[in-house]
């Protein structure tokens, strides 16, 4: 009978050791909600891109020229481009995003987007074009299968899917930019 019992105790422990692994494991896809702002001039994808953030974390998703003004620290609100460090910092915070996030100067990891995404958090992301010009997105998700990246590009009205190695350097764009960690 004992060894019936520490056979049963064993079973039970592997069983419930190898369980946990899959309840630790990372999901296979995610996409957070998000609002889709198409930008209102040629230039306001900066500003397209921070309403989207505040409106996702409960802050002020006012219009795209008040994010205008408030980044470039103006009472007008002209078709300028932003910078994605400063005028973006000063936009979200004047909008009431009190964790502006962090912001690194080359792509995050698939694996740390995943982290992001898992947190239900937005990632603010630039383009730079092979032109030179820059041009800001939104991460929302991922998708395992095919290592997809889920996204809003602020010049289109619907989400969109390419692959990691697409978005890190596609055709005609590099990622440069990422701001993470956003709340």
Known sequence: MRFQSRVALFIALLTAFLGAGVVGAQAASRMNAAAIYVQEQSNWCWSATS???????????????????????????PDVTGAFTTDVSRALTMAGVHGIGYVYTYPESYAQ????????RLNMIRFQW????????????????GSVVSFIDPTLNSFQFQSYSWMVNGTGHTWTHTRYAIT
């Open 130 to 145: 092979s032109n030179g010009s820059g041009h800001m997105l939104i991460v929302r998700g991922y998708d395992t299968n």
């Open 113 to 120: 987007l995943q982290d992001e995404m898992n947190l239900n």
């Open 51 to 77: 309403r989207t953030i505040a409106q996702h974390v409960g802050a002020n998703a006012a219009s795209q020229c008040q994010f205008v003004k408030w980044g470039k620290n103006r009472g007008d609100c």
